[in-house]
């Protein structure tokens, strides 16, 4: 199904989020079979999107997320594209993931890391270390300025955006940035013996 048919079932913000995952999926070149970890599942376009370039994707939310951007019906749009039994979900907040260190090829934060609490970023993002791979990538997507004009029309109380290295805590990380056509992407890899 190409973008387009898929932003008819996701709605417009689908080829935002797409346009920006596929620079960051060119960069990364993950195996074929890679799995995924999207923490922040919201609308499911990161999910749905990484579901349809056929990685396996695991994501979730934590379940006490009352904001407008939790607990959509993603799991209706997924199965319209046809890619509902590539994605599991599970409710979890980032600074406690339940999942055993180096589960996943990388990890995904596509518009999240702004609306986690910031006492929690830094366990946030040592999670996601943790749970990625060896060598494995660690990526956020944080919005510029024009981005968040257009967010701030329908939520004028949104966040600004989060600089992650911030709330990196270890000096054996690499950092890369990229400009993607709306968000700030930033990819952090672990060491390749870590
Ligand atoms: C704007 S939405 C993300 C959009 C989504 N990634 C997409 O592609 O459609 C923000 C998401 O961050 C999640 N979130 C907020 N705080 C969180 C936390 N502490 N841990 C995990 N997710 C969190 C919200 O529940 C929501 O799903």
């Not at 934590?62 to 319209?80: G, L, Q, V």
């Not at 990625?132 to 981005?147: D, L, N, Y």
């Not at 990229?178 to 672990?190: E, H, V």
Request: overall charge negative.
């Amino acid at each position: 199904m190409s973008r387009v048919a898929i932003s008819s079932i996701l709605g417009p913000r689908f080829q935002i989020v797409s346009e920006d995952v596929a620079k960051a999926l060119q960069r990364l070149s993950l195996p074929a079979n890679a799995t995924i970890l999207d923490v922040g599942t919201g609308s499911g376009n990161c999910a749905v999107y990484l579901a349809t370039q056929g990685y396996r994707v695991v994501t979730g939310e934590p379940a006490t997320d009352r904001s407008i951007y939790a607990r959509r019906d993603w799991a209706s749009a997924a199965m319209e594209v046809g890619v509902l039994d590539r994605i599991d979900f599970q409710a979890f907040a980032a600074s406690k993931l339940p999942f055993a260190p180096g589960e996943f090829d990388a990890v995904f934060f596509f518009g999240v890391l702004h609306h986690i609490d910031e006492v929690d970023r830094r366990e946030a993002f040592r999670e996601a270390l943790r749970v990625a791979k060896p060598g494995g990538a660690v990526v956020f997507f944080e919005p510029r300025q024009e981005m968040l004009e257009k967010v701030r029309v329908d939520d004028p109380a949104h966040p600004p955006a989060a600089n992650p290295s911030e709330y990196l805590t270890s000096e054996a990380v690499s950092e890369q940035r990229m400009a993607g056509s709306w968000m700030d992407i930033f990819i952090y890899r672990q060491p390749a013996s870590a």
